[in-house]
């Protein structure tokens, strides 16, 4: 694995160097965790015949499911494959791989994550563009609120301490939802948007997560469109890999909205049902409701 990477060109400065080491790091983390993957199927068959047994051989072979399909997606990510890419490279430009026996091969994905670190540090006082929110007004709040229950009469909407809490309930697809938002309105902070679907078990943990993982996170309008697509967008098939039920048997959960072009040169925005495995990797990182 190290030598792979041990003879970088010269369009890989140390950190490109650093961060493809400590994926492939991780990919044989997860290969070597595969390994001993049917020794945990077979493991319960030790157990009485009784339903513990069973229950624990089925969340056995869920979780391998699961982590050879996480395994699988990183080594077919576009990372992991411009890494082999230049790799091949860099062989045939020097095909001496003599100075990868002086590369270690563990200790790399604490080393990234030191350097992050090191930079998030050196660069509290920029500001993002993801920090720069303009926090909404009361009147704003109910503004939108306004506009949307008109754009959605179908759905009801409990409002609590002047809009900074609602909770959505409604019926899709035979399953009854509740989502609730929570708006932080603390002039002196950054105000952030919150939101989650109620419930300790699927669907409702992973609708959480593709809610968390949304782009435009401090959007409400964008956030209550999102809650409506999952009345108004019936979930068949997975707008990217085109499947009813992804490798879980788990239908498309996730809710994501690209803009068409409408009539007279205007756009439209619709809303499309993805599986979460499908979703954009380059979605927000989660902003999970506390």
Request: glycine share 2%; net charge negative; proline share 5%.
């Amino acid at each position: 694995m190290a030598a792979e990477a041990a003879q970088p060109s010269a369009d890989y400065d140390e950190a490109q160097c650093i961060a493809a080491l400590a994926q492939l790091e991780r990919l044989q983390n997860q290969l070597d965790d595969l390994r001993l993957t049917l020794p945990r199927i077979v493991e319960p068959f030790h157990m009485p015949s009784k339903p513990p047994m069973f229950h624990a051989f089925k969340d056995n072979v869920i979780k391998a499911q699961r982590d050879m399909k996480t395994f699988k997606s990183q080594w077919q990510s576009q990372e992991t494959q411009d890494i082999f890419e230049h790799t091949r490279k860099s062989a045939a430009a020097n095909p001496d791989l003599s100075a990868g026996a002086q590369v270690r091969q563990y200790g790399w994905i604490e080393k990234e994550e030191r350097e992050k670190e090191m930079v998030k540090k050196n660069g509290e006082d920029e500001v993002r563009m993801e920090d720069v929110r303009v926090h909404i007004t009361k009147e704003e709040r109910e503004k939108i609120l306004s506009d949307w229950k008109e754009a959605n009469p179908s759905i009801k909407v409990e409002e609590k301490d002047e809009c900074k809490e609602l909770l959505i309930p409604f019926v899709a697809d035979s399953t009854k939802y509740r989502f609730r938002i929570k708006i932080s309105d603390d002039a002196n902070a950054t105000q952030a948007i919150k939101a989650e679907c109620e419930g300790t078990s699927e669907p409702f943990t992973a609708v959480t997560r593709c809610l968390a993982s949304r782009p435009n996170a401090n959007d409400l309008r964008y956030l209550l469109d999102m809650i409506a697509a999952y009345k108004m967008v019936k979930g068949l098939r997975c707008a990217k890999c085109e499947c009813m039920l992804d490798d879980d048997t788990t239908k498309p959960i996730a809710r994501r909205s690209r803009q068409i072009a409408g009539a007279n040169e205007t756009s439209e925005t619709v809303w499309e049902p993805f599986h979460e495995g499908c979703l954009d990797r380059n979605d927000h990182l989660p902003q999970v409701l506390k």
